[in-house]
């Protein structure tokens, strides 16, 4: 049979910050429509990964390929239009700007994009709780509703890869559950591909096809979530 290169390559990348390592040689792979989950304790690198295969971070070693393409050069915008949605860590929402406001520049960089009504119309029916506060400022919203909008602004342009840092992180259980049963959603209905940093087990174990963990920027252990020995993974990712 022939080889299928998975959607997102990584191989051998090595991410610093000025004189300091970070990530040395991690290798990672993420197959079109699976949920990959990323896990490890505070500091490890995990951010760093994310924001090398964002581009916003340039690696001194190593590879980032996606759709068989290497993208290792290429600046963030690129990717993103290439496919790439991205979530960060603490969402970074527009506090000023209301719900509806924030949609939109979602779509922003993508000037060409038609349909803006029925694109914001789609989020809201995957949101209902923004749908009901379209016109609010974004920064008055409850941070489990902010998260919902942070994914939302990734989401509406469609991304071929979702990369989402801690999106659990500071959130209530009842909109954690949510948030889970929407990318479970996302992965089966419409096929988007997931890449989830996560430190919360059961959600991560809960909702992944596949998971790495993280210690000390390598790659230490990995499976699939079924077959990973769950006190092992707690080891690694209790403080
Ligand atoms: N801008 C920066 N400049 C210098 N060092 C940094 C910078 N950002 C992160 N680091 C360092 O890189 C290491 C990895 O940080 P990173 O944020 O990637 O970890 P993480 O696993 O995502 O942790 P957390 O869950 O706390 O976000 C840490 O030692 C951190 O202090």
Not at 45 to 54: C, S, V
Not at 110 to 115: A, E, I, R
Not at 199 to 225: N, R
Request: aromatic fraction near 8%.
């Amino acid at each position: 049979m022939q080889y299928k290169e998975p959607l997102l390559n990584i191989r051998g990348l090595a991410v610093g910050y000025g004189q300091s390592l970070v990530l040395s040689d991690v290798a990672l792979e993420v197959p079109e429509g699976q949920v990959v989950c990323l896990m490890g304790r505070n500091g490890v690198g995990k951010t760093t990964l994310l924001k090398a295969i964002m581009g916003l971070l340039n690696p001194r070693a190593g590879q980032v390929r996606f759709a068989e393409n290497d993208l290792t050069k290429w600046a963030p915008h690129r990717r993103a239009k290439a496919g790439f949605g991205y979530v960060p860590q603490g969402r970074h929402i527009f506090p000023y700007l209301t719900v509806n406001e924030n949609l939109l520049m979602g779509l922003e960089a993508f000037p060409g994009k038609k349909g803006r009504p029925e694109a914001v119309d789609r989020m809201y029916t995957l949101f209902p709780a923004l749908k009901l506060n379209p016109k609010k400022t974004a920064g008055t919203l409850s941070g489990g509703q902010q998260q919902q909008l942070a994914l939302a602004r990734a989401l509406i342009r469609q991304p071929r890869l979702l990369l989402l840092d801690e999106p659990t992180e500071g959130i209530q259980p009842s909109i954690v559950q949510e948030i889970e049963e929407l990318l479970q959603r996302l992965r089966d209905q419409q096929d988007t591909t997931i890449l989830l940093v996560e430190q919360f087990l059961d959600f991560a174990l809960g909702i992944a096809d596949y998971c790495y963990v993280m210690e000390k920027g390598a790659i230490v252990l990995e499976g699939t979530a079924r077959d990973l020995d769950y006190n092992l993974v707690r080891e690694y990712v209790a403080v």
